[in-house]
């Protein structure tokens, strides 16, 4: 008989990961709905979550089911929102020729979801080739969307951050122009834009990445925004992998060896591997060449991490953050010299003030201070 799960997990995780992975659910007596809940919440699973348990006539169901169901509707709502916008931006863009492929939630939903009310969206996220953008900004601004800097220069969107949002009633697009940065000399996956194809979804045509280089998407965005242990994006890459049966692991392999990414790749990989029933070959694991010490910081923080009901979100991101880079220099270089304005968006500190400039001339001593005072508040409350 197949075991449920390898290591020990509280009830609630195990129902959820039942859910996930479409498994019959074990509906222990110990569980707790409060916490159920929360944790689906956390994973933005909710709306996967709802469905599903609309399946299972079990007490548990009964009480579970009202506490999802307003997420459900509102993702639902707003789903239908962003894919109406999408398709106007999308044709626009198209009459113009300008080269566009969705990105995140809008590609995982055209590739996989029948349905608009199973995966939930913040934004659309979109990457168009760096020298249309000007074209694409005007196509945007012609169809009444604002840009959006969250009181920002817009020379650090530019130039940190590979993308630019724009926001028009309650919709923000973001519209990417890169991936990441070059590593050196060479451009991150080179190859992207010839390698995408075309997918009919109810009739409209739609760009999109292979599923390679959507895989990598997931996995450079996880090193540089968000919510690192998402269970949300774990099952978008866990549906990518085995739902293209000719799946190019060579392509994979050498691409993060040559782009700087195998332990970005490992991590999201693991992730994978620990929460789903996905099968990675394991001389994948192996060809990455992952240190022994990193391999089990990075399993060992996955399963401490992942399914904690009061995340730190800024706290896990500091800690994974030397373990999502193939040496320790970039990620320490990158803390040193952070850029100014994402150092005040970490530290609450509002830009281009004296205040904030000043702090941000002495940042490793604040970084020390804070780092010590946030130690001493622990020791203070476990006593």
């Known amino acids: 008989m197949e075991t449920r799960y390898t290591y020990p997990l509280r009830p609630e995780a195990d129902l959820l990961l039942d859910i996930l992975n479409a498994r019959s659910p074990c509906f222990d007596q110990s569980l707790d709905v409060e916490r159920f809940v929360t944790l689906a919440k956390l994973h933005d699973l909710a709306p996967l979550v709802f469905c599903r348990l609309q399946h ?10 009202p506490l999802l169901r307003s997420g459900y509707l509102s993702s639902l709502m707003m789903n239908l929102k962003f894919w109406n916008e999408f398709l106007k931006i999308n044709e626009a863009f198209q009459q113009s020729g ?42 945007l601004s012609d169809l009444h969307y604002l840009k959006r800097l969250d009181g920002l220069k817009e020379g650090y969107w530019r ?34 834009w010839e390698r995408t194809r075309q997918l009919d979804f109810e009739h409209y045509k739609i760009d999109i990445f292979s599923p390679e280089d959507a895989l990598f998407s997931f996995a ?27 799946f190019d692991w060579g392509y994979v392999l050498k691409e993060a060896a040559q782009g700087r990414m195998k332990a970005t790749l490992y991590f999201i990989l693991m992730q994978v591997k620990l929460f789903t029933k996905t099968k990675i070959p394991s001389e994948v694991f192996r060809k990455l060449g992952i240190p022994a010490w990193q391999k089990v910081r990075i399993r060992n923080f996955l399963l401490k991490r992942t399914f904690q009901i009061e995340p730190a979100l800024k706290k896990d991101y500091l800690s994974a953050h030397f373990l999502l880079y193939d040496n320790l220099c970039e990620p320490a270089l990158y803390i040193i010299n952070i850029p100014y304005e ?42």
């Open 220 to 246: 450079l965005h996880l090193r540089r925004f968000g919510n690192i242990l998402s269970l949300k994006q774990v099952l978008d890459v866990a549906r990518i992998i085995k739902d293209y049966p000719g």
């Open 342 to 383: 994402q150092f005040c968006k970490f530290y609450g500190l509002k830009p281009y003030t004296h205040k904030a400039s000043l702090i941000y001339k002495l940042r490793l001593i604040y970084m020390l201070i804070s780092l010590f005072i946030k130690k001493k508040r622990r020791v203070h409350c476990s006593n």
């Open 56 to 65: 299972h006539n079990h007490p548990f169901s009964k009480k579970a089911s």
């Open 98 to 139: 300008i080269d566009m492929v969705p990105l995140k939630g809008m590609d995982i939903l055209v590739r996989f979801y029948p349905t608009f009310d199973l995966r939930s969206m913040v934004d659309i996220d979109i990457v168009v080739k760096e020298s249309q953008f000007a074209q694409a900004e005007k196509i």
């Open 159 to 192: 130039d940190k951050q590979c993308h630019i949002a724009f926001f028009k009633n309650g919709v923000l697009v973001e519209v990417h122009w890169g991936l990441d940065f070059k590593r050196g000399h060479r451009a991150i996956l080179p190859q992207l």
